[in-house]
C-alpha cells in the first residue's frame, strides 16, 4: 500500500515563529488532507488538498502531486498551535481509504 | 462542524466481554470509516462502509465486526475483548468512493479493555 511519511517527527517553537511541516508520499493520490489533532485528542480538518496551493489565515498548504509531497505553513505560530499535525492521504484504487502519516508533534511556547 | 457523534466516549471493559461502539451522523453522507489509533501507529483504518448494508475491511480488521442498517449509523462490534484492542477509536465520514472529497472525523472514543 501507500506509504506516507511526515518530518520532523518532533518540532518545538516560540510564539511568532514561522515553521514547514512536510508530507512525502509514495504513489499518486487522489486526496491528501491536512489535520490538526488538539491537545484534547479532536481532528480537525485544515486543507483538503490533492494538489496546488491554499491558504487559511496564518495556515497555508501546497502539494506538488508529480514529485510526491506536500508542505504545511504555519506563520506567525501561537500556542494554540499545538498538537500533532497529521497528513493523510488516499492512493488511486484505495477507495477513499485514508493512510495517515506518523505526524509531526509541534510545541509553540510562550 | 460535521454532525458526527459517537457514543460512548469513554469505557473500560473487561477482556471477553462484548463491545459495541456507535457512530452517528446527520450529514446524509454515504461513507464511513472506523479507525483506531495507537501511539507509534498514528491512525489506521479497521472497516468502512459505502453504503447501507455495504461493508468492507481496512488494514486491521481482525476482531471487529460492523453493521450499517442505516445512512446515518456505522456500529463498531468486538465480539470478545482483549488488551490489544484497547485504543481511541474514530468514526468518519464523506461522500465519494473515490476519495476526491473530505473525510471528516468525530470526537473519538476511549477504550480500555483491562
Known amino acids: 500500500g501507500i506509504q506516507v511519511e511526515q518530518s520532523p517527527p518532533d518540532l518545538i517553537l516560540q510564539e511568532g515563529a514561522n515553521s514547514t511541516l512536510r508530507c512525502n508520499f509514495s504513489?499518486?493520490?487522489?486526496?491528501l488532507q491536512w489535520f490538526h489533532q488538539n491537545p484534547w485528542g479532536q481532528l480537525i480538518n485544515l486543507f483538503y488538498?490533492?494538489?496546488g496551493t491554499k491558504q487559511n489565515g496564518r495556515l497555508s498548504a501546497t502539494t506538488v502531486a508529480t514529485e510526491r509531497y506536500s508542505l504545511l505553513y504555519i506563520s506567525s505560530s501561537q500556542t494554540t498551535d499545538s498538537g500533532v499535525y497529521f497528513c493523510?492521504?488516499?492512493?488511486?484504487?484505495?477507495?477513499?481509504?485514508?493512510?495517515f502519516g506518523q505526524g509531526t508533534i509541534l510545541t509553540v511556547h510562550p | 462542524d460535521a454532525g458526527i457523534t459517537q457514543s460512548p466516549r469513554h469505557k473500560v471493559t473487561e477482556t471477553g466481554t462484548p463491545v459495541t461502539l456507535r457512530c452517528h451522523q446527520t450529514e446524509n453522507h454515504r461513507y464511513m470509516y472506523w479507525y483506531r489509533q495507537d501511539p507509534g501507529h498514528g491512525l489506521r483504518l479497521i472497516h468502512y462502509?459505502?453504503?447501507?448494508?455495504?461493508?468492507d475491511k481496512g488494514e486491521v480488521s481482525d476482531g471487529y465486526s460492523v453493521s450499517r442498517s442505516k445512512t446515518e449509523d456505522f456500529l463498531l462490534t468486538l465480539e470478545s475483548a482483549t488488551s490489544s484492542q484497547t485504543s481511541v477509536y474514530f468514526c468518519?465520514?464523506?461522500?465519494?468512493?473515490?476519495?476526491?472529497?473530505?473525510?471528516?472525523f468525530g470526537p473519538g472514543t476511549r477504550l480500555t479493555v483491562t
Open positions: 493523510a492521504v488516499t492512493g488511486g484504487t484505495s477507495y477513499g481509504k485514508l493512510t
Open positions: 462502509s459505502y453504503g447501507v448494508k455495504d461493508t
Open positions: 488538498i490533492p494538489s
Open positions: 504513489d499518486s493520490v487522489n486526496n
Open positions: 468518519a465520514i464523506s461522500e465519494s468512493e473515490a476519495g476526491a472529497l473530505e473525510q471528516y
